[in-house]
């Protein structure tokens, strides 16, 4: 499992959107397999029987009155973006991208 | 002069809040070139800030139990209109809309704010040298790392720029960076500060803490920002313990367990462990009961971290897209500019995690690698839960080895082992603490770890303060 390929490191970036060159691809790749490899140790244990840990404490659900209010940020906030009009963020063309 | 001196004088009008801001904005004029403690030093806002204090002072109110004490924030806490970096080109410029409840409480409190300080990008590296801006210095040897993430906090205290600093810990970024830099840092019980305002890493893990210079200090910043918050849905909502007031109890009776796999863990160098041994006899000598204790599943808390800290962080980072705050860089589209922009803004260690841990979370290596990690969690809490039970703390080193030197450790996973004894404390969520015990061989700082179990803090300062003691 540890052998990570090339193509491998090459997928990974692109699930995570980031654009690597070959050159960080091929830095990347022993870097991340060595992690792996340390990893190894964890991957072998049986561990079928154990419940698995998402969080230190039992996440409950927290309940509040649901009452409109106004949280006196929206412009502060549109004002930090990049691009906005109307209200909104403005980004470029959506359409017409390969899935 | 102490945090609590400081509050002291100010309180009693006995000095002004402007004296101490001007008398500490002149220790940051004088080594901040060369230490690289902050992001941003916010003299003007500070001075204002002490002038209200004073101002209240003279009318007879109380302006609060941190009243004129100048703080270093760590640069991932928002600050309302005062740019937070997490170090990052990716948030380079954003000024955040609002205030973390750590920094609302501390304005409550009177405590000052001289700056943000410098940490690896987005708190992810023991050293600092992953910040976009540049590393910071350690001030008792500048060729030496500060330790990190909260790197610039530690340096910002133990030079005496402030006499108190918030950072973060995920995984040890507030101990490893105290023990290398001299100076006493706390990681609270996961939920015990609320994290609303702190720039996410790992969700499960993240928990805001104090450094100081003494332990009563890291005690009195600690019941200003711990409680519980409604807008942490992590907060815990169980009353909080005063703390300072329990100090000066001492450590007779106590059970002190010595963690075997950690005193022994890979790395840790002669002389690190030569002053753990004589932090054990030291609290032996002031009536502790003292023993080693085995807790078998911390071996893998280093490999469950590196599985679970980046899938978290592959999720949270991916915020960043350039569409709402931070960094564009334009693109014909919007995937385009997505990749286009994170790509820029990311530094290669934060990119390393987010490919970690989106393959750790990909499909067919989910129950391989991220699933198996969560149950060693359970595991490492299981463990503990039965060490707990015999002990009221463990011990160990924070560090395995005393500063090392900028650049020694460009191999990721070298820099990754640091993180050793301070790892299973964050998995499980417990509260821990580096108290500053002597000095190695080199003649820098070591720290001891000493970690307690759930909500238990107050026992943890009372050893922490029982070791100071044996010091002084």
Redesign the interface.
Same mark, same amino acid.
């Given at each position: 499992?540890a052998s990570?390929s090339r193509e $491998?490191?090459a997928h /990974?970036?692109k699930? &995570?959107?980031? $654009?690597?060159t070959d050159e960080?691809i091929d830095?990347?790749t022993p870097?991340?397999a &060595?992690?792996?490899e340390?990893? &190894?140790?964890? $991957?072998a244990?049986d561990?079928a029987d154990?419940?698995?840990?998402?969080?230190?404490?039992p996440?409950k659900n927290?309940w509040?009155p649901d009452v409109p209010r106004d949280a006196g940020?929206r412009d !502060? /906030?549109l004002a &930090?973006?990049?691009?906005t009009q109307d209200g909104m963020?403005l980004?470029?063309? /959506?359409l017409? $991208? !390969?899935p | 002069m102490t945090a609590r001196a400081i509050a002291a004088a100010v309180r009693s009008g006995e000095r002004s809040a402007r004296s101490v801001v001007e008398e500490h904005l002149a220790a940051i004029d004088r080594r901040e070139a060369e230490l690289h403690a902050f992001n941003l030093v916010t003299g003007d806002e500070a001075l204002t800030a002490a002038d209200a204090i004073d101002a209240q002072v003279a009318a007879g109110e109380d302006p609060g139990p941190l009243a004129g004490v100048p703080i270093a924030l760590k640069d991932n806490l928002c600050t309302t209109g005062i740019p937070t970096t997490c170090s990052s080109k990716i948030l380079e410029g954003w000024r955040p809309p609002y205030d973390a409840t750590v920094v609302e409480r501390l304005s409550a409190a009177g405590a000052i704010s001289v700056g943000k300080t410098n940490l690896d990008e987005f708190a992810m590296g023991s050293s600092t040298e992953n910040s976009a801006f540049g590393p910071s210095k350690n001030p008792h040897d500048i060729t030496k790392v500060p330790g990190g993430s909260s790197g610039g906090s530690a340096v910002a205290v133990a030079a005496g720029f402030a006499p108190l600093a918030l950072g973060s810990d995920t995984g040890g970024s507030i101990r490893q960076p105290a023990a290398l830099c001299g100076v006493v840092g706390v990681k609270p019980t996961y939920g015990r500060v609320s994290r609303y305002g702190l720039v996410a890493f790992a969700s499960s893990l993240d928990q805001i803490g104090p450094f100081a210079t003494t332990v009563a200090d890291a005690a009195a910043l600690y019941e200003v920002i711990a409680g519980y918050d409604e807008r942490d849905s992590t907060s815990i909502p169980e009353a909080l313990p005063t703390v300072l007031d329990r100090l000066d109890e001492g450590v007779s009776g106590l059970r002190v367990g010595l963690v075997t796999e950690l005193c022994q863990a890979e790395g840790i160098a002669p002389d690190v462990a030569t002053r753990v041994v004589a932090a054990a006899e030291a609290l032996s000598a002031a009536g502790a009961k003292v023993e080693e204790v085995s807790v078998p599943a911390v071996i893998y808390g280093l490999s469950a971290y590196y599985l679970i800290a980046p899938a978290e962080a592959s999720s949270n980072l991916a915020r960043y897209d350039g569409v709402r705050y931070g960094l564009r860089v334009d693109a014909p589209t919007t995937g385009e500019m997505y990749d286009r922009t994170r790509t820029a803004g990311f530094g290669a260690e934060v990119e390393r995690r987010i490919m970690l841990g989106t393959y750790a979370l990909s499909a067919g290596y989910y129950d391989a690698y991220y699933g198996k990690a969560q149950k060693v969690r359970t595991l490492i809490i299981r463990d503990f839960e039965a060490a707990y039970e015999r002990f009221d703390v463990l011990l160990s080193p924070t560090s395995p080895t005393t500063a090392f030197t900028l650049g020694a450790k460009a191999d990721p996973l070298a820099m990754y082992l640091n993180d050793v004894c301070t790892i299973p404390s964050n998995l499980a969520g417990h509260p821990a603490m580096s108290v500053p015990f002597g000095v190695g061989a080199d003649g820098l700082p070591v720290g001891i770890q000493v970690m307690a179990n759930a909500l238990d803090e107050v026992t943890m300062f009372r050893v922490a303060a029982a070791l100071e003691g044996a010091l002084a």
């Open positions: 499992m990570l $491998e490191v /990974v970036a699930l &995570a959107r980031l $654009e690597l960080q830095t990347f870097q991340l &060595a992690i792996l340390h990893a &190894a140790d964890v $991957e244990l561990l154990v419940p698995p840990t998402s969080h230190p404490y996440l927290v509040r940020v !502060a /906030v &930090a973006a990049p691009a963020f980004v470029p063309s /959506v017409g $991208e !390969a | -």
